[in-house]
């Protein structure tokens, strides 16, 4: 527990490692300019991303969770790309020509510090990373340090209406993690769902709530529609109770989540 001179944190960890190359692809370039084939808790492990960037250039992404990392050797790195739930990912990059060495990465943990639970100094705060990281995967951090300076401004605006100089702090702490509550249970609740991560919170509590979120998270794997709905809310792009907008509901309570639980291939046209 908090003491009120001690920090403590809570971790969650996926324990998810990724790689990343450059690639020239060969002509004809493909009609699509990004390439996802997702992981699928709790067992399908790996997961691809391809995009285009500049100079005509890929960047390839491979991953692996509950330390089932992508290996870092030319060919070894082709054979996990060969292993991912779609055979387009491999097809793509087999013959392209590598441009960079293999660049991994393995600090993925969700880290999130409770200063809101200790006395801090008057004016100065903590924020962004250094309050709540997360896993890097979903693409939030920089949204969510983006609101945080917003909810930091909204509050200095509201402070100094008050007259005095001196700023506390803790008030400020208390209402960022209010505020980061919503994007650390969005990227946990992933990670959570495969049985490797370390520290996971308990995903299937019973209860109706829980029955739908399983449900949802699991047509996921199969509903190109509900995935993409899930990934815009994930990346702060629409709000969560989009969740429970009747279409979303219908589509959960009518389709069965496929048994197959192998991942998908999501392109983005150009
Ligand atoms: C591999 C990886 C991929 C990511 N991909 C994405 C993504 O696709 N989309 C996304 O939204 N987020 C992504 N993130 C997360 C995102 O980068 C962070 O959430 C975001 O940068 C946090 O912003 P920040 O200002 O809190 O910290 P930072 O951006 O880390 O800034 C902190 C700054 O403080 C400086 N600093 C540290 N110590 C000191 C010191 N003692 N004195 C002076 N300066 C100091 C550092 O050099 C740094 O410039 C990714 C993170 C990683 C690690």
Redesign the pocket.
Known sequence: MATKSRIYFTIINPLLGYATRRYRLLKPQPDWKVMLVSQSPPHNTRLGYLAQIENGEWIATLGGYGRDYPPLSDRDFLDFARSLASPKFYEAIKDAEPISPIYA?R?TANRLRHYDKIELPHNFVV????VC??C?VY???????ALSAIVLRNWLQKEYSHSSTILKSSAFQKKLAKNNLLHWSLATSQDSQFPTTQSRREVTSGGLLSWYTNRLLQLTNSDPHTYTQLIQIVNLLRSPLQLYHPKVIFRVVRKSPSKKTNGECYQLKR
């Open positions: 990465h600090a924020l962004g990373d250094a990281a997360l890097p693409g939030q951090g920089m949204t969510v340090s």
